[in-house]
Each structure stands twice: as structure tokens, then as C-alpha cells.
């Protein structure tokens, strides 16, 4: 809602077992979980923190899943943000709400900040985005860039973005001391969409003739929240029918209309 242009959640029950595949990101984001968890040990060798990570990669890979994982394996506050969110905004609400938002993550510190479509913030400064004011857009990135210069590692707030375009991002953000980790999460491989497949079909009640791998081997291009889609729609397809089980053909009718869905969309942005 506009009203609430960022959330605050203390009790994040996401885990790594809830990501499937994406072994290589989680790897490399496992470092901030354990700075997370143990700060002081860090800092009293005078390691340097990181700030901020950039998640990279395209829609429902699992960007946003991954940095509520790192609060909920580290059991630490995590407040969001949407970067669209403020392409709508009065002028001077992005500067302040930025403000407030790190305001609120340092007093529950040790605490995880994610912004979402930061690319809709970070643009780089001076090109137009075509949606709304770009003054305010410009204002909004800098009062980022200030909070994520002004507070020392010791304030034990990490940041977190993701985005789909890392190439319009300015590059003041990628500096180091800002997001200096960037993180690639990549559509599924075969065996990925096999354990993604796996995490989304726990919940159903599923015939004997459906099989993980013909399902994975259905769904090549298909992201994480796509296959997540295909589970429920072939259960919305089997309820329909009134079965007791979700079959093979149900998923089969299921991956139909998604791809059906996702082509529809392809030739809107054409
Ligand atoms: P966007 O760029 O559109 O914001 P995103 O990369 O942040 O997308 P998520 O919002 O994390 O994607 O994913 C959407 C949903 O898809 C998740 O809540 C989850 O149900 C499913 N999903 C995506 N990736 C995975 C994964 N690797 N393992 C399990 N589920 C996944």
C-alpha cells in the first residue's frame, strides 16, 4: 500500500532450506549471515564488513526469498523497500523516507535493509527514466548514498538490493564502502528446477504418475516463481476436475498456460 512504503519484520521465518538450487549465491552470501550473527567477532579483528550486496539476476529467481533467508538464518529484523514505490512520491518523501528507513534499522541493529527494484531508485543520475520526476528520483539516491557512507560497519546494518538491471545502475552505488558485492542469481538449470520443483510440490497431494524430473525437464526458461505458478495451477487444474490427486496432466495443462501467460507478456513489452 502507499501508506506504508516500508515494512519492518522482526520474526522472518525464512531459511536457506526454503531456496532451492542457487548453491553458488547462497555460498557467497553465507558470509553476511555469519557477520549477522556474530558481529563483534568480526570487528575485533578488524576484518572488513561488507555493506551491501546487490542481487542480480532476472524476475522470480528468487532475490527477494534469498535476502529474507540471510534475516532468518541470522534471526535478525529485516525492513523492505520497493524501489517503484517511490516513483509516484511527492517530492521530498523518497529523501525522507530513506532517512527513516535507516533511522529504524539502526536502532534494531543487528538488522538486514532489502530494496527491491533498486534500479527504479539507482538509475544512473542525469538519464531520464521517463516515470515521473526525475529530481526526486536523483534526491531519493542521494540521501541512499549518504546513509550508506555515513554509518561505519560498526552500526551493523546490512543492506541489500536486487535488481534485473545492474547496466542502468549509477555507478556511485557499485562503489566500494556501498554495494560492493554483487551476487549473480540466474534462472534454474535442470537440476535446480528438480529441487525447486521439489520445495513447491511438498504441499500437494500428488498421483503416482507425476515425476519430479519430467517436470523439470518440461520447464526449461522457467524461474523459480514460474514453477512455484505451475504447482498451483495444476492443483487449481485438478480441483476443477474434481480429482483427489494432482496428475502428470494436470501439470502438463499447467505449464501450458503459464507458457501461454509468459508469451502473452513478451508481446506486450515488444
Ligand atoms: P522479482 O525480481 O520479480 O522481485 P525475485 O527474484 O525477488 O523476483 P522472489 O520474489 O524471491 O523472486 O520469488 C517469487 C517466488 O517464487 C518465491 O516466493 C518462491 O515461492 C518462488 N521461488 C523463486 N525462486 C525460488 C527458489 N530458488 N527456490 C524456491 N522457490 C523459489
Known amino acids: 500500500s502507499k501508506a506504508k ?8 521465518k525464512t ?13 557467497e552470501i553465507e558470509e553476511i549471515v555469519e557477520f549477522l550473527k556474530n558481529p563483534d567477532k568480526f570487528t575485533k579483528l578488524g576484518g572488513k564488513i561488507p555493506k551491501g550486496a546487490l542481487l542480480v539476476g532476472p524476475p522470480g529467481t528468487g532475490k527477494t526469498l534469498l535476502a529474507k533467508a540471510v534475516a532468518g538464518e541470522a534471526k535478525v529484523p529485516f525492513f523492505s523497500l520497493s524501489g517503484s514505490d517511490f516513483v509516484e512520491m511527492f517530492v521530498g518523501v523518497g529523501a525522507s523516507r530513506v532517512r527513516d528507513l535507516f533511522k529504524n534499522a539502526k536502532e534494531k541493529s543487528p538488522s538486514i535493509i ?18 515521473g520526476s526525475n529530481d526526486e528520483r ?77 517436470l523439470a525437464k518440461q520447464t526449461p526458461g522457467f524461474s523459480g516463481a514460474d514453477i512455484s505458478n505451475v504447482c498451483n495451477e495444476a492443483a487449481l487444474v485438478a480441483a476443477r476436475k474434481n480429482k483427489e490427486v494432482v496428475e502428470k ?16 507478456k513478451s508481446k506486450v513489452i515488444k
Do not use: Y
Open 5 to 12: 512504503l516500508f515494512e519492518g519484520d522482526d520474526h522472518i
Open 15 to 27: 531459511t536457506f532450506k526454503d531456496v532451492a538450487g542457487l548453491e553458488g549465491a547462497k555460498e
Open 114 to 131: 532489502f530494496i527491491d527494484e533498486i534500479d527504479a531508485i539507482g538509475r544512473a543520475r542525469g538519464k531520464s527514466n521517463f516515470t
Open 138 to 214: 536523483e534526491n531519493t539516491l542521494n540521501q541512499l548514498l549518504t546513509e550508506m557512507d555515513g554509518f561505519g560497519t560498526e552500526s551493523n546494518v546490512i543492506v541489500i538490493g536486487a535488481t534485473n538491471r545492474s547496466d542502468v545502475l549509477d555507478k556511485a552505488l557499485l562503489r566500494p564502502g556501498r554495494f560492493d558485492r554483487i551476487i549473480q542469481v540466474d534462472l534454474p538449470e535442470l537440476n535446480e528446477r528438480k529441487e525447486i520443483f521439489q520445495v513447491h510440490l511438498r504441499p500437494l497431494k500428488l498421483g503416482e504418475d507425476v515425476e519430479v524430473e519430467f
Open 249 to 264: 496432466q494436470d501439470f502438463l495443462d499447467a505449464v501450458d498456460r503459464i507458457i501461454g501467460g509468459l508469451e502473452k
